[in-house]
Structures are given as structure tokens and as C-alpha cells.
């Protein structure tokens, strides 16, 4: 447990945010750059391992939005949190069947692990990526953001209201024990708390105050130079006044504070309040959709049934177990939400009503 106390670092106590970034992102003992995550032999699998097919749709969406926008000689693409580069080594596959949009378009992984951006490096063998962890480098637009289970990594805030007086959650070193207190909210994250509808009613409140940050960055390249952002994430859109964040390793829940760097920790996206936020900060968004349906409305099934037509039927049925997996309402298909937000005249975009 004594191993677990380091990620206060010189704090007794520290706003939940705040700790379990450090429990991520310390740069010796944090999460994502003291061990790779990702695959069977990792703590947990995500849409683009599963399957390719969910990869070649990103691909299809971004070249489609490309098109939307009238085929502009100048084109980038962010990729936000790429993983192991799974989904981008099936995009360049993908972007290579399109040589025009390919000839032009800049493809940039936005990647602050040192640890993955090594592993990505060593999965992606293209001289044509670019790797930044500062988006200032991109000058010129239209700019797409995307980003699969991106928003969820981000550590959150966590409050709860007590007759009137709205408290934030905080981890506390005792003796080696860690404890969870509750501190009288600062005035200033009172003030944010209250100028969310989203939030208005709710008892326990799960705030996003370092994805919020993250994001803003991106609305104002979005603003600046035109574009769009497209993210992938499990959530909810009904706040329902209870703490989400969870812990995963080997594939198993784990408990929230055991095994502290050596496990995932995560919290669901609440859509409802991601929406508000991006409309208060002047970006038009879609109606948020299920996984299911936005993977349907680009194709999935139709390109399942081509891949598959002359596979034997162990091929073909690994095929369409994957595929059920990224679909069915009871496993992927409805906890993941699909959210879309732009800059841009035209706001016909493909997969979205």
C-alpha cells in the first residue's frame, strides 16, 4: 500500500483529478507510461483490436467529411490518444485506395506517453505521421479531430451537494492508509458546477475539469481554421447521480485504489453535459448516437458481408462475432455514444442525420 501513497507526491491530500492523474501520467510510475495497456496480454481491448472493419469505417467518415468539405488541397487530421496505432495503420491502408485525398491530407497522432508513442512508432511504418503533443505546430485548415475512448482516460472531478453546500471529493494519506474526504468546493468550481443545466439537479456530480481544458484547445484550432470533432467513448446521457470511475486490469474489474500504476482507471462520458459544454464554446454538434448506429449508417454490415463472401466458416463466423461485439445493444453497440461537433457551412456529414 506504501507504494500507493508516492502519487500524492509531496500533497497530504489531493482533489480526485488531481491524484489520479498523477496515478496515470506520472512520468516513472504512472499507468500509461510504466506499462502497455492494450490486447490480451494487457488489461483491456478496444474497438479498433476487435475489429478492423470499426477502423476502415473511421477511415470511409474522414474521407466522406473530406468530400463534404469540397475536396480543399489542404487537409488535417488529428488522431486524439491513438493506442497502440492500431486504428491508424488500417487508416494509411484505407487512405491509400483514395489517392487524391491521400496526396494531400496531413495525418498527426496527438500522443503525450512517451511509452506509447514508442509503441506506436514500432506498429506504424509511414515517414508521412506526425507525432506532436502541442497542436500550435498545425497552422492551416479544414482540421479534423477524432479520438476512440479518448475522453474517458482523462482523470475528473467529483462533487456531491450537502444540504445546499455543493463539497469535492478528495483522497487523504493516513498514516498507510489512503481515505476519501470531502472538502467545501472552492467558489470557483461552485461557479462552473452552476452554469452547466446538465448538472443543476443532481446530488453526486462527476465534472470533467482536465478533459474540458483538453478540449477547449481543440475548439479553438476547430474555430480558427474550420473543421470538426468526432468522438468515441462509453457513456451515458442521463445523469443518474452515481461515481463512475472505475479500475480494470487483466481484463477484471479491479479495485478503485489497489494496484495504483498498474491498472486502468476510467470514468463514463456523460454526453448530455460534453454537448452542452461544446455548444456553450460555440461549436454546432449533432445529435449524439448510439455505436451501433453510426457504425450501420456508415456500411459496417454491407463491408462484414463483402470481406466474408469467400472465407471458410471458422473465417467468416470469427467475423461476425467481432462484428456483434462492436454492435449488439447488450455488449458494445449502446454504451458506446458517438458525439460530433464543427465549425463548418455545411453540416451534412455522413453517418449523421
Given at each position: 500500500?506504501?507504494?500507493?501513497?508516492?502519487f500524492?507526491?509531496n500533497?497530504?491530500?489531493?482533489?480526485v483529478?488531481?491524484?489520479?492523474?498523477?496515478v496515470?501520467?506520472?512520468?516513472?510510475?504512472?499507468?500509461?507510461?510504466s506499462?502497455?495497456?492494450?490486447?490480451?496480454k494487457?488489461?483491456f481491448?478496444?474497438?479498433?483490436?476487435?475489429?478492423n472493419?470499426?477502423?476502415?469505417m473511421?477511415?470511409?467518415?474522414l474521407?466522406?467529411?473530406?468530400?463534404?468539405y469540397g475536396?480543399?488541397?489542404?487537409?488535417?487530421?488529428?488522431?486524439?490518444?491513438p493506442?497502440?496505432?492500431?486504428?491508424t495503420?488500417?487508416?494509411?491502408?484505407?487512405?491509400?485506395?483514395?489517392?487524391?485525398?491521400?496526396?494531400?491530407?496531413?495525418l498527426?497522432?496527438?500522443?503525450?506517453?512517451?511509452?506509447?508513442?514508442?509503441l506506436?512508432?514500432k506498429?506504424?511504418?509511414?515517414?508521412?505521421v506526425?507525432?506532436?503533443?502541442?497542436?500550435?505546430i498545425?497552422?492551416?485548415?479544414?482540421?479534423?479531430?477524432?479520438g476512440n475512448?479518448?475522453?474517458?482516460?482523462?482523470?475528473?472531478?467529483?462533487?456531491?451537494?450537502?444540504k445546499?453546500?455543493?463539497?469535492?471529493?478528495?483522497?487523504?494519506?493516513?498514516?498507510?492508509?489512503i481515505?476519501?474526504?470531502?472538502?467545501?468546493?472552492?467558489?470557483?468550481?461552485?461557479?462552473?458546477?452552476?452554469?452547466f443545466k446538465?448538472l443543476?439537479?443532481?446530488?453526486?456530480?462527476?465534472?470533467?475539469?482536465?478533459?474540458?481544458?483538453?478540449?477547449?484547445r481543440?475548439?479553438?484550432?476547430?474555430?480558427?481554421?474550420q473543421?470538426?470533432?468526432?468522438?468515441?467513448?462509453?457513456g451515458?446521457?442521463?445523469?443518474?447521480?452515481?461515481?463512475?470511475?472505475?479500475?480494470?486490469?487483466?481484463?477484471?474489474?479491479?479495485?478503485?485504489?489497489?494496484?495504483?500504476?498498474?491498472?486502468?482507471?476510467?470514468?463514463?462520458?456523460?454526453f448530455?453535459?460534453?454537448?452542452?459544454?461544446?455548444?456553450?464554446?460555440?461549436?454546432?454538434?449533432?445529435?449524439?448516437i448510439?455505436q451501433?448506429?453510426f457504425?450501420?449508417?456508415?456500411?459496417?454490415?454491407?463491408?462484414?458481408?463483402?470481406?466474408?463472401?469467400?472465407?471458410?466458416?471458422l473465417?467468416?463466423?470469427n467475423?461476425?462475432?467481432?462484428?456483434?461485439?462492436?454492435?449488439?445493444?447488450?455488449?458494445?453497440?449502446?454504451?458506446?455514444?458517438?458525439?460530433?461537433?464543427?465549425?463548418?457551412?455545411?453540416?451534412?456529414?455522413f453517418g449523421?442525420?
Open positions: 500500500m506504501r507504494s500507493n501513497l508516492r500524492f507526491k500533497s497530504k491530500s489531493l482533489p483529478d488531481k491524484f489520479f492523474y498523477n496515470l501520467y506520472d512520468k516513472k510510475f504512472g499507468y500509461y507510461n506499462k502497455l495497456p492494450f490486447g490480451d494487457g488489461d481491448i478496444t474497438a479498433p483490436k476487435i475489429s472493419l470499426f477502423s476502415e473511421i477511415g470511409i467518415w474521407v466522406s467529411t473530406w468530400e463534404n475536396k480543399p488541397n489542404s487537409f488535417k487530421i488529428v488522431e486524439l490518444g493506442g497502440d496505432g492500431s486504428l495503420k488500417i487508416l494509411l491502408k484505407v487512405f491509400e485506395k483514395f489517392p487524391e485525398f491521400n496526396s494531400i491530407k496531413d498527426y497522432l496527438f500522443e503525450k506517453s512517451i511509452l506509447l508513442r514508442k506506436q512508432k506498429n506504424i511504418d509511414n515517414k508521412k506526425k507525432w506532436i503533443n502541442n497542436l500550435d498545425i497552422k492551416k485548415g479544414p482540421i479534423i479531430f477524432f475512448e479518448f475522453f474517458d482516460a482523462i482523470p475528473i472531478k467529483q462533487f456531491k451537494r450537502s445546499k453546500v455543493l463539497l469535492e471529493k478528495y483522497f487523504e494519506k493516513k498514516n498507510s492508509k481515505l476519501e474526504v470531502y472538502k467545501k468546493a472552492s467558489s470557483k468550481n461552485k461557479k462552473v458546477i452552476n452554469s446538465t443543476n439537479n443532481l446530488k453526486f456530480i462527476e465534472y470533467p475539469m482536465k478533459g474540458f481544458f483538453e478540449l477547449k481543440i475548439i479553438n484550432k476547430i474555430i480558427d481554421l473543421g470538426c470533432l468526432l468522438l468515441i467513448d462509453y451515458y446521457l442521463e445523469p443518474n447521480n452515481l461515481n463512475t470511475l472505475q479500475s480494470v486490469m487483466n481484463h477484471k474489474k479491479n479495485p478503485l485504489l489497489k494496484n495504483l500504476g498498474k491498472a486502468d482507471i476510467t470514468s463514463h462520458v456523460n448530455s453535459l460534453l454537448n452542452e459544454f461544446l455548444k456553450k464554446n460555440n461549436l454546432k454538434v449533432k445529435k449524439i448510439s451501433r448506429e457504425l450501420i449508417n456508415m456500411g459496417i454490415e454491407k463491408r462484414a458481408e463483402l470481406v466474408s463472401k469467400k472465407m471458410r466458416f473465417d467468416k463466423s467475423i461476425y462475432l467481432r462484428l456483434k461485439r462492436l454492435l449488439s445493444p447488450s455488449l458494445m453497440g449502446s454504451l458506446f455514444k458517438v458525439s460530433l461537433s464543427y465549425n463548418f457551412k455545411n453540416n451534412d456529414y449523421f442525420k
